[in-house]
């Protein structure tokens, strides 16, 4: 089946710096990927879409300047948060289909969890 | 637009007791149903879905039967084990490569 690869899956950095979380197809294409957060006990949050060769769909709330999107191929998009502070701990899970399976089955990396100290 | 809701947890129930968690949906058209599991530390996995109404969906014991008529998506698993201790979601999508929509999640807890 269709596998979703997620790097890193823990990072700790300091307040101010930028982190970047990069999601891979693996196997498959993938023009579209999308990034969910999720905060401690609670569901996910689709932040944005990200689409190959084009730029991301945010959702509305989410701020583009701060969580910048690349999908620069057809197996990987990337996620910087940009200046981070505490409030940007979360968990970070990208997704993908391969559309050449079962329709409309997304497969989810294992996420990224960042703690901003 | 679309969503989904499902009971709120935590549930806890004892080793080989009977497992119902409610899920119901609000959303246009057709849609694909889904339940995801997440165990502690890790992503979402695939539990089981159901893409037209009627059908059921099952998986390591779980099942989850499409209803139409309700919105519903109930998940059932006649005799939990410790090992399913998780969090499970439910969730849809529409027709097309579009996001999954989700509920809350539920907890569970399964003691020995």
């Known amino acids: 089946g269709a596998v979703v690869s997620q790097h890193p899956s823990r990072v700790i950095c300091k307040s101010g710096t930028s982190v970047k979380i990069e999601c891979r197809s693996l196997?498959?294409?993938?023009?579209?990927m999308f990034w969910y957060r999720q905060f401690p006990k609670q569901s996910l949050m689709l932040m944005a879409t990200?689409?190959?060769?084009?730029?991301?769909?945010?959702e509305q709330g989410v701020e583009k300047d701060k969580f910048l999107i690349n999908h620069a191929s057809l197996t990987l998009s990337t996620l910087t948060v940009t200046s981070a502070h505490p409030e940007d701990s979360s968990f970070y899970i990208c997704?993908?289909?391969?559309?050449?399976?079962?329709?409309?089955?997304?497969?989810f990396g294992a996420g990224s969890r960042l703690t901003v100290l | 637009g679309n969503s989904v809701t499902q009971m709120e947890g935590p549930v806890t129930l004892s080793e080989e007791a009977f497992l119902t968690i409610n899920c119901t949906y609000t959303?246009?058209?057709?849609?694909?149903l889904f339940w995801y599991v997440q165990y502690p530390g890790e992503g979402l996995q695939l539990l089981l879905k159901?893409?037209?109404?009627?059908d059921k969906g099952s998986n390591k014991g779980f099942e989850a039967t499409y209803r139409k008529e309700t919105t519903s998506f109930h998940l059932e698993k006649g005799s939990v084990q410790v090992s399913d201790s998780a969090v499970y979601f439910c969730?849809?999508?529409?027709?097309?490569?579009?996001?999954?929509?989700f509920g809350k999640g539920t907890r569970l807890s399964v003691i020995a």
């Open positions: 997704s993908a289909r391969d559309l050449s399976l079962e329709a409309n089955v997304l497969t």
């Open positions: 196997d498959f294409q993938a023009t579209t």
């Open positions: 990200s689409n190959e060769g084009s730029k991301a769909t945010y």
């Open positions: 959303a246009t058209g057709y849609p694909s």
């Open positions: 159901a893409t037209k109404a009627d």
């Open positions: 969730a849809l999508s529409s027709s097309g490569n579009t996001p999954l929509v």
